[in-house]
């Protein structure tokens, strides 16, 4: 099977690529530059402006599934015209791909399966969300998730079965969060941020990657939380990493003013607390290879 994958360069892009290497998957990959353009036999890169609404027809000879990771880094300030080029990265990502298959004459995709964030989910410390929570957090994050989603849906519209991941923290070692919650702790200045009773609801790189591929072999249709069985908040997180690290935390919660003083609007990312629940994905039959924040810290954090 050979599958289009946008986003394929960035930090959950390469360990998918990896994966589906490993069990023998074809990958075409898309790329805004150039530069980055190879074909290595089983992995071959196509040029596309989803800016431009331009995409390589190329890019879909073969394909049986398309996944899509597509979007600007929300790790960047968000001024004001940051923030639009954060929403309409990743609807232009999809609006070109829906435009590049209408293109086409004929084309042997039965299946997209697109990336999406638990920011839709409302900020409490209390609640626990489902797929099926209809309540919509409000503020940036909620509209952003709301918009890439409505963007996804369109794929329906073409008779394509349609899968949506809402993906929570990711856990890596290449990248992401973890090596900057991780670098203060080394340097024995860790601490908990805010009230530290923020719920992260998170996933181990290598299990996301595994999910994405699992759903595309089952074909699993709608929306799905991507993230582990067992979330945990801020402040827990961080003293595993300093206990994994053996390292002391000395210092009081980092006030959530600072944050805000520091970050700006972007301190909602570490702040906001949403407590997910994977139930969904599991009863599918997806087996996590990290079921708790212990064991995949342990996997990332020790040599």
């Known amino acids: 099977m050979k599958v289009l994958i946008t986003g394929a360069t960035g930090l959950v892009g390469k360990e998918l690529v990896t994966q589906l290497r490993k069990k023998g998957m074809g990958v075409h990959y898309l790329t805004t530059s150039r530069a980055k353009i190879r074909d290595e036999g089983d992995v071959k890169g196509f040029f596309w402006d989803p800016a431009a609404a331009y995409i390589d027809p190329a890019s879909f000879e073969g394909v049986k599934c398309i996944i899509n990771l597509a979007g600007a880094t929300i790790s960047r300030r968000w001024t004001a015209s940051y923030k639009k ?3 309409q990265s990743r609807t232009d990502s999809l609006n070109t791909l829906k435009g590049g298959l209408n293109a086409l004459d004929s084309h042997e995709v039965e299946y997209v399966l697109s990336a999406s964030a638990i920011g839709i989910y409302p900020d ?7 797929e099926q929570s209809e309540i919509s957090g409000q503020g940036f994050l909620a509209e ?3 918009l890439w989603e409505s963007a996804a849906l369109e794929f329906e519209t073409m008779g394509l079965p349609l899968g949506i991941m809402r ?4 856990l890596s070692k290449e990248g992401g969060a973890l ?5 203060p702790v080394r340097l024995g200045v860790g601490a908990p ?3 530290g009773q923020q719920w992260q609801s998170w996933i181990h790189l290598e299990d996301l990657a595994s999910m994405m591929i699992f759903s595309l072999e089952e074909r699993l249709e709608g929306i799905y939380n991507a993230v582990a069985p067992n979330p945990v908040t801020n402040q827990k997180l961080t003293q595993e990493i300093a206990r994994i690290l053996g390292k002391p935390l000395w210092l009081p919660k980092v006030p959530s003013w600072v944050l805000s003083a520091v970050f700006g609007e972007m301190s909602n990312l570490l702040l906001a607390s949403q407590r997910v629940s994977s139930e969904k994905i599991a009863m ?4 996590f290879t990290y079921h708790n924040v212990h064991q995949a810290l342990e996997n990332l954090l020790t040599p």
């Not at 409490?124 to 489902?130: C, I, N, P, R």
């Not at 993906?167 to 990711?170: A, C, Q």
């Not at 599918?284 to 087996?287: A, L, T, V």
């Open 167 to 170: 993906i929570g923290l990711v």
């Open 124 to 130: 409490s410390v209390t609640d626990l969300y489902t």
């Open 144 to 146: 952003t998730v709301q």
């Open 193 to 195: 941020l805010g009230s």
């Open 284 to 287: 599918e039959g997806f087996k």
């Open 85 to 87: 080029q954060i929403q």
């Open 179 to 183: 090596p900057e919650i991780v670098k």
